[in-house]
């Protein structure tokens, strides 16, 4: 059974930098499209950055730019390295995968994934 187990999210004051990372157990990683939603309260879920089996990339707008996607296969986990945060940036993260290709297009589609973790808590005060 597969597992996905979130951390590293927390509190941080705005322009403040976090470093989440999402652990995969039982398979590869390296098999999956893997991704970043994020979920504040009384809002859907958001797609934040995915990437794919060949490390393709793709970025929500809001984080382009400060918000970078890595996976390391050698210990099966996914990161998401989060600069320059915005009160805004404030929700509950989740790590998702995906057993199919990853294109752009799948950010803006939470039921596409199939995977899902439960979640870490990330909060930026102004």
């Known amino acids: 059974q597969v597992q996905l187990v979130e951390s590293g999210g927390g509190s941080v004051q705005a322009g403040g930098s976090l470093r989440l990372s999402c652990a995969v157990s039982?398979?590869?990683?390296?098999?999956?499209?893997m991704g970043w939603f994020r979920q504040a309260p009384g809002k859907e879920r958001e797609g934040v950055a995915l990437i794919g089996r060949t490390l393709f990339t793709n970025y929500a707008d809001a984080v382009a730019g400060r918000f970078t996607i890595s996976k390391d296969n050698s210990v099966n986990a996914l990161n998401l390295q989060m600069n320059s945060l915005k009160p805004e940036d404030s929700a509950m993260y989740y790590c998702?995968?995906?057993?199919?290709?990853?294109?752009?297009?799948?950010?803006?589609?939470?039921?596409?994934?199939?995977?899902w973790g439960q979640g870490t808590q990330v909060t930026v005060s102004s």
């Open positions: 039982g398979d590869t990683i390296g098999a999956y499209c």
């Open positions: 998702a995968a995906r057993r199919a290709y990853c294109a752009g297009s799948h950010l803006a589609s939470a039921r596409s994934w199939d995977l």
